[in-house]
């Protein structure tokens, strides 16, 4: 899940500010669940453009915008308020935002409502927390399915730094050194020997950008 926050009003004002009639994209997936995106979020936004003087012209909430399919579906069935709009404001991630502006034919601005932060799992209680960086070459099966790359914030592949104190981590106490849980859970599972493995540093080719992933070229 991608994990994205509003940005406060006033800062969108300012994208918006030579745009009058404004069309709004929400996500179902991901900005529905963090709730940057769902309908609550796309109604609000409309109160608060109106009361600035703006004309909301429609919205549309695709399942998953950064799909081609979905979002050229909903931007079809909406055409005639696109016609009439100026600008897109999309409620979701920057994969949401840029998906919109690739599949739209029409040629409005399309402008971010959010900020993209990180992807996230979630609890049962909706809270979201990082644990992957998508670093290419997952170490997990070695560090007992506990993400050093993310959770240690030096990204160290082979033990702590001298700065764990109590098994919190020196960068922030509140947390837990990834290396003390993940040395924890190896020894829980009678797996510590693997530590006696050096790692090689990470081969930071394989988190190059821009990635892609052709199967159907
Ligand atoms: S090592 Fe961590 S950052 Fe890399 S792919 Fe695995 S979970 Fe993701
Ligand atoms: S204390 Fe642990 S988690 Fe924090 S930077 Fe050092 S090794 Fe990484």
């Known amino acids: 899940m991608i994990v994205s926050q509003q940005k406060p009003l006033e800062e969108l004002l300012v994208s918006l500010k030579e745009y009058n009639k404004i069309f709004l994209v929400g996500c179902g997936e991901c900005a529905t669940s963090c709730k940057s995106g769902g309908q609550p979020e796309l109604l609000k936004m409309q109160a608060e453009l109106i009361a600035k003087g703006k004309t909301v012209t429609g919205f549309c909430i695709p399942s998953a915008p950064c799909v081609a399919a979905q979002i050229k579906t909903e931007l079809a069935k909406n055409m005639l308020a696109l016609r009439d709009s100026e600008a897109i404001l999309v409620l979701a991630c920057g994969l949401g935002v840029q998906s ?12 971010p409502a959010n900020n993209t932060i990180f992807g996230a799992v979630m609890d049962a209680a909706g809270n979201f927390y ?7 070459e997952c170490v997990l099966d070695i560090t007992a399915g506990i993400c050093p790359v993310t959770l240690c914030p030096k990204g160290l592949l082979n033990g702590p730094c001298g700065g764990v104190n109590k098994g ?50």
């Open 168 to 217: 919190k981590c020196e960068v922030d106490n509140e947390n837990d050194c990834a290396w003390v849980l993940i040395y924890k859970e190896l020894e829980k599972n009678k797996k510590l020997e693997s530590l006696k493995e050096i790692r090689l540093p990470r081969d930071h080719k394989k988190s190059g950008k821009p990635h892609k992933l052709l199967l159907n070229k």
């Open 100 to 111: 919109v502006k690739d599949n739209n034919r029409l040629t409005q601005a399309t402008i």
């Open 130 to 136: 990082e644990k992957c960086s998508m670093c290419g």
